[in-house]
Each structure stands twice: as C-alpha cells, then as structure tokens.
C-alpha cells in the first residue's frame, strides 16, 4: 500500500526556516522523480521542487535560491529544506512522486504558516 506521509511544518517567523520530511513506503522509491507541491487557499497545489532519480534538481521560480531539495533513497525520504521564508510561502506542503501518482495517494500534507 502505497503511503506518503509529511511532517515538520509549523509556524515560523519571515525569514525563518523549516525542514520538511516526507517518508514514503509501498513504491520503489529510488525509481521514482520525486517532488515538493504547496497549495494555499484559493489557489491551486503547484509544484515546488524537484528531483530526479539521478539527484537532479528543480525549483519554481518563486522558492529558487531559498528552498532545497534533497533525498535519502536508504531511508525512503524526500526532504525540502525552506530557508528566508515569507508569508506567500504560506500552504499546505506535500509531497508525491514526479508525475504524481493518482489522486487517492495523496498524502494529509503538513501546514507551513509564516506569520510574525
């Protein structure tokens, strides 16, 4: 059974920072392109950050140069490292693999609130 599960959000002040954390079981996680999505309110969930199987990386331009991705294939995890945060990074962060797989493997995703 497939399974993503996020964690490490929570509420941080402009220009903080947070590490997110998605362990994922059930697919053959070193074969996969995995990626970092947010969706605020109102908006739709957009891609965020990137990487491939190889280790290659990818940002929106929104978050280049301030978040990063990175992956543990022994452990199964995917993280995003988000540093110099600002208030329309605000969102519910998760992750899924590259393309996504279908919808009902969406994870509950963790809330990153910037917020002073």
């Known amino acids: 059974q497939v399974q993503l599960v996020e964690s490490g959000g929570g509420l941080v002040q402009p220009g903080g920072s947070l590490r997110l954390s998605c362990a994922a079981s059930?697919?053959?996680?070193?074969?996969?392109?995995m990626g970092w999505y947010r969706q605020a309110p109102g908006n739709e969930r957009e891609l965020v950050a990137r990487?491939?199987?190889?280790?290659?990386?990818n940002y929106a331009d929104s978050v280049k140069g301030r978040f990063t991705i990175s992956r543990d294939n022994a452990k199964n995890t995917v993280y995003l490292q988000m540093n110099s945060l600002k208030p329309e990074d605000t969102a519910v962060y998760y992750c899924?693999?590259?393309?996504?797989?279908?919808?009902?493997?969406w994870g509950q995703g963790t809330q990153v609130t910037v917020s002073s």
């Open positions: 899924n693999t590259h393309p996504t797989l279908p919808a009902r493997y």
């Open positions: 059930g697919i053959i996680f070193s074969t996969y392109a």
């Open positions: 990487i491939t199987t190889g280790g290659r990386t």
